[in-house]
């Protein structure tokens, strides 16, 4: 499974993003996808993660009410809106998928609130 992220970039506070991660390959494997986040110095965290079979989500407390995470079966892409973004959102986006036995890593991209 190949996944590449898109849709990063620099915003100001409050304003919004979504980003895209395109899946391709063994698509028909992977049960889940979420994004994950990193800022410098800091530990790779869950923002969220949605199921591909039922569309269950979760959130990390910390995006809830301004972000929402979705997908495209039919496209094999899920995106992630975000709104009223802060300052410490500013972070790496990494997508991520899984399957029974693997789990898979797009390459991230940038997302840069200013204050």
């Known amino acids: 499974v190949q996944l590449v992220e898109s849709g990063g970039g620099l915003v100001q506070a409050g304003g919004s993003l979504r980003l895209s991660c395109a899946a391709s390959?063994?698509?028909?494997?992977?049960?889940?996808m979420g994004w994950y986040r990193q800022a410098p110095g800091k530990q790779r965290e869950l923002v969220a993660i949605?199921?591909?079979?039922?569309?269950?989500?979760n959130y990390a407390d910390s995006v809830k009410g301004r972000f929402t995470i979705s997908r495209d079966n039919a496209k094999n892409t899920m995106y992630l809106q975000m709104n009223s973004l802060k300052p410490e959102d500013t972070a790496v986006y990494y997508c991520n998928a899984r399957s029974m036995k693997f789990g898979y890593w797009g390459q991230g991209t940038q997302v840069t609130v200013s204050s």
């Open positions: 390959g063994s698509t028909f494997s992977i049960n889940a």
């Open positions: 949605i199921t591909t079979g039922g569309g269950n989500t």
